[in-house]
C-alpha cells in the first residue's frame, strides 16, 4: 500500500480528537444530546483548521447506530463506511469543479429520495463559495425549506463570499488559527508515535510557519521527519525549510537598537545565506518588533502573543531596555523600508538602505521638542537682535522692550485691562496710569521718553444688557490689508509660527471665524494643535482687536481641523475682561474710554513689571 500522508493519517475520528477548536465542538456536542442540530450548518476558517473534519464527525455523529450521540463509536457501520468515505448516504461535493446550476439541480433530484441504509442524507459541500450566483439561487428554496431526512453542512475559507440569503439559512461556526501550545503538543504526541525524537526549538520553528494551521504543520512535519530521520535538530529544521530561527532574528533587531549597523550588516549576510525569501524575512523581523512594543505596552505579553515563554522572557527583557518612542519610530522606519524591499529589483539593497536609516532613530529630535527648545533659545534674546520690524509697523510706536534678566523677580496680580492712545483716536477725557521712567535705559538728548503703556480706543466685548454707556467702538484693524503686519506681530513673540503663517495662501473672515487657508496640510498640522492655537488666537485677537476664532482650510481635506476648546478660550477671556468690575467702575470715575483688551502672556508679563513699577513708585504724582 502507498504510503499516507500524515495530513491524512492523523485527522481526527471523533471530536476528542479535534485540536483547538474547544468551543465550536461544545456547542456541536451539547446540540447532539439536546436534539437541536440545524439543518444547515457552515463552518468557515483559514485552510487545515477542520472544517471538512468537523462536517465528517457530525455526519457519524448522526447516522451512528447508538445515535444521534456526541460521541460516535466508530465502530458501526456506518461509522466506518464515513470514515472509509465510500457511504452511499453521504454527498461530498467539492464546490470548486461543481459550481454550476446543473449539479445543484442534480443534488436536488438525489436528496428526495429517502437514505438507502443511514438515518439521514449528508450532503457536504466544500469550499462553497465557489459556487455559482445561479446555483446559490437554485438551492435557497431547498436550504430553507429541507426535507427531514437530509442535514447540509458547507465549508469555506472566505466566508465573505458566500450570499447572505445563503448564511441566513445556516448555523454559522467560525474556526480559529490554532494556538502555538496545542499545536507543539499535537506535533509532538504525532513524533512520538512516529517512533521521531524531536527538539523543542524544531517543534516552534513548525508551529511558526504553519500559521494556526494544523495541516499546513502536518505537511512540514513529513517533510522534516523525511530529511532529519529518526531524530531532528532545530537547525536541520531551519536548513531543510528555509526558516530563520528566532535567535538569528532576536540579534539583528538588537544590533539594530543599539545602533550597531556592522552586526545588522553581518547577520544579514547570514539570512541571505539560509536562502530566505525576503519576503518571509521582512514579515518575522516586523512581528518580532511588533512583540516588543506589546511587550513594553503591557505587563501580561502573553495574552497578545501566542509565543513559547523563552521568546517571552526575552523580549519583555529587550522591551524593558528601550522606550516605547524608540520601538515604535523603528518599527514604522523598517515598516516603510522592508515593504519598498518586497517591490524593488534589488531587494537586498532596499533592505540594507532599511537598516541604515533605522539605526539613525536616535538621532531624529521631535518637531515639537525641537520648536519648545527654541523658544527657550530666544526667551531672554531681545527682539530687536533677531528681526527687525517693517517700516510702517505699530510696534515701532513702543519703546524696545527691556532683556529678560531687567525684569524684576517681584510679581504683582496681572491687570488685564489695557489702555493705549494712538494718532487716529477720538478725543476723550485721558485715564493716564503713573509709571517711573526707566533708569537703566540712557536716551538721547533732545528725545522725549516714550512710556510703556498708552492710550488707545478699544472694542469693549460687552453681552447684550451689560454695555458701557459711554464705550463707542475703537478702529479695527482690516484683516487682508494687515495680515503682513500681524505676521511680523507674531514673529517677535514666536518666529516658527509666523514662518507657518507666512506660508498660508490666502485669509479672509467669514462671520465669528478668521479662515486661514493653506494648500498643503502639512504647513498647518503643527498651529492646529492645542498648545499652539491658543497663543495663536490670543496675538490675532490682540492684534486686529476683533472677535473671532481661528479656523484652518486645506482644499479636497478636513486634516487640519482646530481643537474647539483651545480656540475659544481667549474670546472667552477677553469678553470676562470687557465685563470686569473694576474695569467698569474705572470708565464711570474718569469718563474715559476701555482701550485695546490684549489677553496675550506677553502683556501679562509687560503689566505684571509695570505694576511693580508702579507700586515701588506710588509717591510719585501723576503725569
Not at 522591551?319 to 529589483?345: C, H, I, P, R, W
Not at 523677580?409 to 477720538?426: F, G, I, K, N
Not at 467702538?473 to 503682513?484: D, G, L, M, S, Y
Not at 498651529?527 to 499652539?532: A, D, F, S, T, V
Amino acid at each position: 500500500m502507498s504510503y499516507l500522508v500524515l495530513a491524512r493519517k492523523s485527522r481526527p475520528q471523533s471530536f476528542a480528537e479535534v485540536v483547538g477548536q474547544q468551543t465550536v465542538v461544545r456547542t456541536l456536542q451539547n446540540a447532539l444530546t439536546q436534539n437541536r442540530v440545524p439543518h444547515g450548518l457552515i463552518f468557515s476558517g483559514i485552510r487545515g483548521t477542520g472544517k471538512t473534519t468537523l462536517a465528517r464527525i457530525m455526519a457519524k455523529a448522526l447516522n451512528c447506530e447508538q445515535g444521534p450521540t456526541p460521541n460516535p463509536c466508530g465502530t458501526c457501520r456506518s461509522c466506518l463506511e464515513i470514515a472509509a468515505g465510500n457511504s452511499v448516504d453521504l454527498h461530498e461535493i467539492d464546490g470548486a469543479s461543481n459550481r454550476g446550476i446543473q449539479e445543484i439541480r442534480d443534488l436536488k433530484e438525489k436528496i428526495r429520495f429517502m437514505p438507502t441504509s443511514a438515518r439521514f442524507k449528508i450532503i457536504i459541500i466544500d469550499e462553497v463559495h465557489m459556487l455559482t450566483t445561479e446555483a446559490f439561487n437554485a438551492l435557497l428554496k431547498t436550504l430553507e425549506e429541507p426535507p427531514e431526512h437530509v442535514y447540509f453542512m458547507f465549508a469555506t475559507t472566505e466566508l465573505h463570499k458566500v450570499p447572505v440569503t445563503i448564511l441566513s439559512r445556516c448555523q454559522r461556526y467560525e474556526l480559529q488559527r490554532v494556538g502555538h501550545r496545542d499545536l507543539a503538543a499535537h506535533f509532538t504526541r504525532l513524533a512520538g508515535s512516529e517512533g521521531v525524537t524531536v527538539e523543542p526549538a524544531a517543534i516552534d520553528l513548525i508551529v511558526r510557519e504553519a500559521s494556526g494551521s494544523v495541516r499546513d504543520g502536518l505537511s512540514l512535519l513529513d517533510q522534516v521527519f523525511s530529511y532529519c530521520g529518526e531524530e531532528v535538530k532545530a537547525d536541520e529544521v531551519a536548513e531543510v525549510l528555509g526558516l530563520v530561527s528566532h535567535q538569528v532574528i532576536g540579534d539583528l533587531s538588537m544590533a539594530l537598537l543599539a545602533g550597531d549597523i556592522a552586526q545588522a550588516m553581518e547577520l544579514l549576510v547570514q539570512v541571505y545565506a539560509y536562502g530566505m525569501n525576503i519576503k518571509r524575512f521582512s514579515n518575522e523581523l516586523l512581528s518580532w518588533f511588533r512583540s516588543l512594543i506589546l511587550c513594553s505596552l503591557s505587563k501580561n505579553p502573553e495574552k497578545y502573543l501566542d509565543l513559547p515563554e523563552e521568546d517571552l522572557t526575552r523580549l519583555s527583557a529587550i522591551a524593558s531596555e528601550y522606550t516605547l518612542q524608540t520601538l515604535s519610530s523603528m518599527f514604522k522606519v523598517l515598516l516603510d523600508g522592508l515593504e519598498k524591499a518586497n517591490y524593488s529589483s534589488q531587494p537586498r539593497l532596499a533592505v540594507e538602505m532599511a537598516f541604515i536609516e533605522a539605526v539613525q532613530v536616535g538621532d531624529v529630535q521631535p518637531v515639537t521638542e525641537l520648536l519648545s527648545r527654541l523658544d527657550d533659545v530666544l526667551e531672554g534674546v531681545p527682539l530687536s537682535e533677531l528681526v527687525q520690524a517693517p517700516a510702517g509697523s505699530a510696534e515701532k510706536k513702543t519703546a524696545a522692550p527691556a532683556p529678560a534678566q531687567e525684569i524684576p523677580a517681584q510679581q504683582q496680580p496681572v491687570r488685564e485691562a489695557v489702555l493705549q492712545e494712538e494718532p487716529s483716536a477720538p478725543a476723550a477725557a485721558p485715564v493716564t496710569i503713573p509709571e517711573p521712567p526707566p533708569a537703566p535705559i540712557e536716551q538721547a538728548p533732545g528725545k522725549e521718553e516714550q512710556p510703556t503703556l498708552q492710550q488707545q480706543p478699544p472694542v469693549p466685548e460687552v453681552d447684550s444688557g451689560e454695555q458701557s454707556p459711554a464705550a463707542p467702538t475703537a478702529e479695527q484693524r482690516n484683516i487682508r490689508q494687515h495680515w503682513p503686519e500681524f505676521i511680523e506681530y507674531v514673529r517677535d513673540r514666536k518666529p516658527w509660527m509666523a514662518a507657518a503663517l507666512q506660508r498660508s495662501s490666502a485669509v479672509e473672515l467669514e462671520g465669528e471665524q478668521l479662515v486661514i487657508q493653506y494648500e498643503d496640510s502639512i504647513d498647518c498640522n503643527l498651529l492646529k494643535n492645542r498648545e499652539h492655537i491658543t497663543p495663536l488666537t490670543e496675538f490675532a485677537l490682540d492684534f486686529f482687536q476683533q472677535t473671532f476664532t481661528i479656523a484652518f482650510q486645506v482644499p479636497e481635506t478636513g486634516s487640519c481641523e482646530v481643537d474647539p476648546n483651545g480656540a475659544v478660550s481667549p474670546k472667552e477671556e477677553r469678553k470676562a475682561l470687557a465685563r470686569d468690575p473694576l474695569v467698569l467702575t474705572a470708565l464711570e470715575v474718569f469718563n474715559g474710554q476701555v482701550g485695546d483688551i490684549r489677553v496675550g502672556p506677553r502683556f501679562r508679563t509687560a503689566l505684571e513689571t509695570e505694576s511693580v513699577d508702579t507700586d515701588t513708585d506710588a509717591s510719585k504724582p501723576e503725569t
